[in-house]
T-cell receptor
Framework: EAGVVQSPRYKIIEKKQPVAFWCNPI?????LYWYLQNLGQGPELLIR????????DSQLPKDRFSAERLKGVDSTLKIQPAELGDSAVYLC???????????FGQGTRLTVV | QKEVEQDPGPLSVPEGAIVSLNCTYS??????FMWYRQYSRKGPELLMY????GNKEDGRFTAQVDKSSKYISLFIRDSQPSDSATYLC???????????FGPGTSLSVIP
């Protein structure tokens, strides 16, 4: 069974440019998470979806970040415009439901120059 | 003060050693505690999951939670080079609440 698939694996962009990350969760998983992981730190939750509904987006910087999960399956996370401080690994995770084990993808490593 | 704290290491041990990884937390509402393992350039994977205080054993791994002192430990017996990774401890208030991660401890097991 395929795990959580994220793309791209690596992305280098200039500051002020837009960037988008894509996540395909494990089939049948209703809950999807986006996390931010800075170097030497643990993941920090940005947003959690239950099916297509964003139920916890309190940590998402809404002035520049947006996310969507159309049809309750795949999800995209967008940053516009990117800033130097956005350089980090963006992790997607999914779980069957909100109180079951979450499985992480390999992440997208973003470098803003 | 971060809600979950860990010594970042790096911790280096010889193969076969017993490893002790420790973590403290400040949120007394935490009831669920987790240890994740994260290999380089990979996402974290759940290693151990415990509820409230007590011990839980799974193969070579033992997790201990002491809620009175807000202290979490992970013991690895007969450590192997394949155990070399970053170990993240985490806590949450309920089984479906936001999980708060520590910064991780980097472990190297030397053959």
């Amino acid at each position: 069974e395929a795990g959580v698939v994220q793309s791209p694996r690596y992305k280098i962009i200039e500051k002020k440019q837009p960037v988008a990350f894509w996540c395909n969760p494990i089939s049948g998983h209703n809950t999807l998470y986006w996390y931010l992981q800075n170097l030497g730190q643990g993941p920090e939750l940005l947003i959690r979806y239950e099916n297509e509904e964003a139920v916890d987006d309190s940590q998402l910087p809404k002035d520049r970040f947006s996310a969507e999960r159309l049809k309750g399956v795949d999800s995209t996370l967008k940053i516009q415009p990117a800033e130097l401080g956005d350089s980090a690994v963006y992790l997607c995770a999914s779980s069957f439901q909100k109180n079951t084990e979450a499985f992480f993808g390999q992440g997208t490593r973003l470098t803003v120059v | 003060q971060k809600e979950v704290e860990q010594d970042p290491g790096p911790l280096s041990v010889p193969e076969g050693a017993i490893v002790s990884l420790n973590c403290t937390y400040s949120n007394s509402a935490f009831q669920y505690f987790m240890w994740y393992r994260q290999y380089s350039r990979k996402g974290p994977e759940l290693l151990m999951y415990t509820y409230s205080s007590g011990n839980k054993e799974d193969g070579r791994f033992t997790a201990q939670v002491d809620k009175s002192s807000k202290y979490i430990s992970l013991f690895i017996r007969d450590s192997q080079p394949s155990d070399s990774a970053t170990y993240l401890c985490a806590g949450s208030k309920t089984s479906y609440d936001k999980v708060i991660f520590g910064p991780g401890t980097s472990l190297s097991v030397i053959p």
